[in-house]
């Protein structure tokens, strides 16, 4: 049982049940010989249980039978938790959790938000709260765009990638001005997922909006992945 599962139990009772739950389910999944396949494809970046993401999908429902909505509160105390432990799978589900229940959150949770993505940082996290936690607090808050600013600019690279990535999901709601303001601005990143993230932002946008996509390539001098990316669909 995960430890402050018990003091959390009066104040969060959904949290409790959840983390009650959470890891004798994964761990009964475990497969140590699959784990090591998963942990190589991740460059040995963190140790897994060898649960594959479908079962995953399976367990999280079981883990979730019956529970009502979680407040963000419990949010909080589950993601931070699943954080704590070490195998990936449950970083992967309060992922999913959060993207899930991502509208009982207020602006100051992207603080929570902010505390993942600078700890166990890798893509497979990184991506999921950027797109579909990250962005649709940004949505509905607009206030929040100062932060998406200060994170472009700052010195954490998952936190630049969040930034550039965080309106991915937003189709036609895309801001396409403060889209390419923020992959001109950081279009000589010498990392590659930095470069990855500035193509996959473009590549996407241009679902919605193909013309302003193949303009704004034409015009700026992006690295040769991010252009790649950018024209894949094009």
């Known amino acids: 049982m995960l430890g402050g599962v018990s003091a959390a139990s009066t104040c969060h009772p959904v949290a409790s049940l959840v983390l009650e739950r959470l890891e004798p389910t994964y761990r ?10 998963m942990r190589a494809y991740m460059r040995d970046q963190f140790p897994f249980l060898g649960v594959p993401a479908p079962q995953q ?19 909080r105390v589950v993601a931070t938790s699943c954080w704590a432990l070490a195998e990936r799978e449950f970083q992967y589900f309060a992922c999913s959790y959060l993207r899930r229940y991502q509208a009982v959150c207020s602006p ?6 902010r505390q993942l993505l600078v700890e166990k940082s890798w ?20 206030e929040l765009v100062s932060t998406m600013d200060s994170w472009l600019s700052g010195d954490n690279m998952w936190l630049t990638r969040t930034a550039i990535l965080h309106q ?10 403060r889209l390419f303001r ?15 993230a500035i193509g996959w932002a473009l590549r996407e ?17 992006l690295s040769g992945l991010s252009r790649r990316e950018a024209l894949k669909n094009l």
């Open 123 to 142: 893509w497979d996290t990184i991506d999921t709260l950027a797109a579909h936690v990250v962005g649709p607090l940004v949505l509905r808050s607009p």
């Open 108 to 113: 100051s949770f992207l603080s929570v938000v």
């Open 57 to 75: 999908t399976v367990l999280a429902r079981t883990v979730l039978a019956g529970l009502g909505r979680p407040s963000e509160e419990d949010l």
């Open 182 to 196: 923020y992959c001109a601005s950081r279009a000589d990143h010498p990392d590659f997922f930095i470069r990855k």
């Open 28 to 37: 009964a999944a475990a497969d140590p010989v699959r784990a090591v396949a």
């Open 168 to 177: 991915l999901a937003y189709k036609g709601r895309t801001d396409a001005g």
């Open 205 to 221: 946008y241009a679902k919605t909006s193909p013309s302003d996509v193949r303009s704004f390539v034409a015009a700026t001098a």
